[in-house]
């Protein structure tokens, strides 16, 4: 180099993440999160609390959801960044409550991502008798969640495009039950429904049961970071979302109690309502469509449960590592690795029905800290949001007073669960909060 001449130093800078999800495959993520094993159970478990009116429970859920979605809806549409719950609550309410709600998030996607895969091979023993033994338990459990761990790893192309795969393939065996089931009530006379034993308790119960069933959207919204135009799309993958859900519910529901005697001691309703009206391939069918259906939830978790971590990571709150992309797939890869780790853990040691309940205990929380982030996010960013949701502060107290009534229902152990989560996120927040006077970690919306 001569004199005169400057000497221009270039960073590398670390690789980001690729934003290549559209409008539809947002939807068809939203819709495999929430469409897993709860439409293969529950139906004889709500028939059995609220017999006669489970179609009606089906519905009311759906529109109460419905109300928790709009205020999603209006609140992921001010954030183009990956987190989801834990970005809103961070955003609105600060590192403690962002943390806590995170903790609550990762929470309850685990236990229901194990709560499938533990279904998935129990569903597999209908093809394999011997699936349920230890031995064959373990390598069927490593092999589905290795495979889906390793397809997120690679990319998230590869990872959005099984889920859209799986999307269909799932909708299928589901949408011919409807189809024959609704020609079979056509042609015979509908079963007498068992005497109603219905009050409030039961309702609430199955209320809450339910709410699991319509609950998984909010991991859509994880991967943001990764979408087109997350800030335009999200309202309209939601709302689509849980329209196109409750309908194939309060259908599936309605066939069930339509035609099963008592659909209340049904163990597989929809297989057994299958076998009715289609007779034994039929009931084959819907089995598969289980298997179809959980590997599907796992798919969709698998590329979007990994990025609550990556979000905490980027703004400080978590390790550094889980915020780490790989220089070659674009893809948090350390966090993807530790979620397919930590699902296969809970999916060895916990059962189906332990899991489920742990679930939706959990998202009770993060739906009522949502809501609430939206007449705080009003004020905080005004026009920051590109929905703006027509008397959205009614939308929320509606949100919050449905998450707190539902709780009235929780055991006592799974309060204890809860109160060891927020336990071990206060921790978390002692090792990572700022000294006093610090510039705060910075949260945008556009």
């Known amino acids: 180099m ?72 209006e609140v992921a549409s001010q954030f183009s960044e990956s987190g989801g719950n834990y970005l809103y609550a961070r955003a609105a309410f600060g590192q403690f409550a962002g943390i806590q709600v995170a903790w609550m998030t990762m929470l309850g996607r685990l236990a229901a991502s194990a709560a499938n895969a533990n279904l998935l091979v129990s569903y597999l023993g209908e093809f394999w008798p011997r699936a ?15 495979f889906l761990g390793a397809v997120n790893y690679r990319g998230v192309k590869g990872g959005t495009r099984v889920s859209d795969v799986f999307v269909v393939a799932k909708l299928l065996p589901i949408g011919i039950l409807i189809v024959a089931g609704g020609y079979w009530l056509v042609i015979h006379r509908a079963v007498a429904a068992p005497a109603s034993i219905s009050g409030e308790a039961h309702w609430l119960k199955a209320m809450l049961l339910l709410f699991f069933a319509y609950g998984g959207y909010e991991a859509a919204l994880n991967p943001m970071g990764e979408a087109r135009n997350p800030r335009r799309d999200v ?83 978590f390790p550094e590592s889980f915020a780490a992309v790989h220089g070659t797939f674009r893809t948090p890869y350390v966090s993807i690795a530790v979620f397919a780790m ?20 959990a998202r009770l929380v993060y739906y009522g800290a949502t809501c609430a982030a939206l007449p705080v996010l009003r004020r905080k960013q005004p026009g920051a949001a590109w929905f703006r949701l027509p008397a959205g502060n009614w939308f929320a107290v509606a949100g919050m007073l449905i998450c707190v009534s539902l709780f009235t229902v929780v055991d006592f152990s799974r309060w204890l669960i809860l109160a060891g989560t927020v336990g071990v996120a206060a921790l978390n927040w002692l090792a990572v909060r700022k000294p006093r006077g610090s510039p705060p970690a910075q949260i945008g919306g556009a």
């Open 342 to 361: 930590a699902t296969w853990m809970l999916a060895l040691l916990g059962s189906f029905s332990w899991n489920v309940t742990l679930s939706a205990v």
């Open 132 to 146: 349920g033994n230890p031995i064959p338990r373990f390598v069927a459990l490593t092999l589905v969640i290795g």
């Open 235 to 317: 309202a309209f993958a939601l709302f689509a979302a849980i329209a196109i859900i409750t309908a194939i519910y309060v259908l599936v529901q309605s066939i069930v109690v339509g035609v099963l005697p008592d659909p209340g001691q049904s163990a597989r309703p929809l297989a057994d309502a299958a076998r009715i009206v289609m007779g034994r391939g039929g009931a084959a069918l819907i089995a598969a469509g289980v298997l179809i259906s959980c590997y599907g939830y796992l798919s969709a978790n698998l590329l979007a449960g990994p990025r609550s971590t990556f979000a905490l990571a980027e703004r400080g709150d």
């Open 2 to 73: 001569g004199p005169g001449s400057t000497t221009v130093k270039t960073m590398a800078r670390p690789p980001e993440l690729v934003r290549t999800i559209g409008r539809w495959s947002l939807t068809a993520l939203a819709v495999n999160c929430i469409l897993g094993s709860g439409i293969f159970g529950l139906p004889s478990i709500v028939a059995g609390l609220v017999p006669h009116f489970s179609p009606l429970a089906v519905l009311a859920a759906g529109g109460a959801m419905a109300v928790v979605v709009a205020c999603y809806a």
